[in-house]
């Protein structure tokens, strides 16, 4: 199976190019594989460049979750990080699969120096 970046996943969400748009549909029209760092890259372009909020970004991951051509990485590692993510936004998406993806490979704590991941389950904040 074919895989895709972070920029086609951004075309697909944003779909703010109609060209591009239309070759990425075309792209993933016969199935594409997604690394969960793209969907981390996509996460922070749709908040730093597209000023989207956080219950935007939870719902365009989920919406590439769902899409019938995508097959995210570890989809149940970032479902568990969107949950997450949904419940603290502070703690930000990338920080939230990061955490997920240690707790699927048994490795946490997950030590931190942020405050506000420290605070979610399964990290520890150091001092």
């Not at 690394?35 to 970004?57: F, Q």
Request: hydrophobic share 50%; with cysteine; aromatic share 6%.
């Amino acid at each position: 199976m074919r895989a895709v970046d972070t920029n086609v996943l951004v075309r697909l969400i944003a779909r703010d190019d109609p060209k591009q748009v239309a070759v990425a549909e075309a792209y993933v029209a016969g199935g594409a594989w997604v690394p969960y760092l793209a969907v981390a890259e996509a996460a922070w372009v749709l908040e730093s460049v597209y000023e989207r909020d956080s219950a935007a970004i939870a719902t365009a991951i989920e919406m590439l979750l769902n899409h019938e051509h995508l097959s995210v990485q570890d989809a149940e590692v970032v479902e568990a990080a969107v949950r997450q993510f949904r419940r603290q936004p502070k703690t930000g998406f990338s920080d939230c699969l990061m955490l997920e993806v240690a707790r699927k490979a048994g490795h946490t704590p997950l030590g931190t120096f942020d405050r506000a991941l420290g605070k979610v389950v399964g990290a520890q904040t150091l001092r």
